[in-house]
């Protein structure tokens, strides 16, 4: 029987406690050991909610080890607990996920079935959306993790491939991009990673109607994704390759406006202001339609649609900056 250690990285988000409480009750071998991460910045403000939350796990508390890393991220707290591991496969799962009813019995047969040469085994993700309505921008992005590539909302991996590839790349300080990195490190250094049958839920847990602004953030993690692995590294990845291009051309436009309007050319200042408009328009056009159109959404989406571009452009061109002279991998987890 193929025995495995879980690990999750949590900031102690209200969805914890229904993350380990399905871990607990799913059927089959039981994992050797779980190590939850605590990676909150500063654990002080609610010192007693992660024993709470560990009361759910019933018999499975006396096998697990809480750690705590600081606020480094989640690449670097799936290294401190992959160095905490002894298990030979470690199965890395999100504080925001819950595992279905025969999960555990599923992992091991993904596992036992994996060839020698797999270095990982993928969860089938899936994401519940609401009924009698079409779903918002947020949950449509949330449903795009089902169809995501070796995201470690459920993922699996061999210890012995991820200590030789040195782990998750720490350079990566947000849930993304680092686990495509990752992955594309094991399979240039020729294992292989595969899709298993066991089923996890995602579902769309509550944010601002600014995340999806805060969710640009990510295009300097894709800035260094192409520094490492080159520009068609969106293939390797199959990765959707966005809309970065178009928001630099809204956002030249924009610049455009303002600065010829500055200088007294009204004309091309207008054409640039019309480009503008139109991109934008468009943008906004393209998130409205799928979605519910009410009228909170809508105003979400025409208010978020003006400040995406900019702040997109912005955060590829600071990432390109930042990484421009970064090495190709370091192993920073040792």
């Known amino acids: 029987m193929t025995s495995y250690a879980v690990v999750i990285p949590t900031l102690l988000r209200d969805t914890l406690a229904d993350c380990l409480a399905a871990l607990a009750a799913a059927r089959g071998p039981r994992p050797d050991e779980i190590v939850l991460v605590d990676d909150r910045p500063d654990p002080d403000p609610a010192p007693d909610a992660l024993a709470h ?5 019933g018999d499975l508390r006396e096998r697990t080890t809480t750690v705590a890393t600081g606020g480094r991220g989640p690449a670097a707290a799936r290294n401190t607990g992959l160095r905490t591991v002894t298990a030979p496969w470690v199965a890395f799962l ?38 009698g309505r079409r779903p918002t921008d947020w949950e449509r992005g949330t449903a795009g993790l089902a169809r995501a590539r070796w995201i470690t909302a459920d993922m699996a991996y061999r210890t012995e491939a991820l200590r030789q590839v040195g782990g998750f790349d720490e350079r990566f300080p947000r849930a993304f991009r680092e686990d495509a990195d990752l992955a594309l490190r094991l399979l240039d250094a020729g294992w292989r990673i595969r899709k298993g049958r066991r089923t996890t839920l995602h579902p769309v847990r509550p944010a601002s109607r600014w995340a999806s602004v805060t969710q640009q953030r990510g295009n300097a993690d894709d800035a260094l994704m192409r520094h ?29 406006a303002c600065a010829l ?26 998130r409205i339609v799928p979605g519910p159109r009410t009228r909170d959404e809508v105003t979400t ?16 061109l600071a990432g390109a900056w930042r990484h421009r002279n970064a090495p190709a991998w370091q192993e920073v987890a040792r």
């Open 53 to 57: 939350a560990l009361t759910v796990l």
């Open 94 to 131: 999100d504080d925001d996920v819950q595992v279905g009813p025969h999960w555990c019995a599923q992992l091991v047969h993904d596992l036992t079935e994996a060839s020698p040469d797999t270095a990982g085994v993928q969860g089938v993700i899936t994401v519940p959306l609401p009924d």
């Open 228 to 256: 490492l692995h080159g520009p068609d590294w969106w293939d390797k990845a199959v990765a959707p390759r966005g809309r970065i291009r178009r928001h630099a051309a809204i956002t030249a436009a924009g610049a455009a």
């Open 261 to 286: 309007a500055a200088a007294g050319h009204r004309r091309a200042a207008t054409a640039c202001a019309l480009g503008w408009a139109a991109g934008t328009a468009e943008f906004a056009r393209a």
């Open 301 to 316: 989406m025409l208010a978020t649609s003006v400040v995406i571009p900019p702040a997109a452009t912005w955060h590829r």
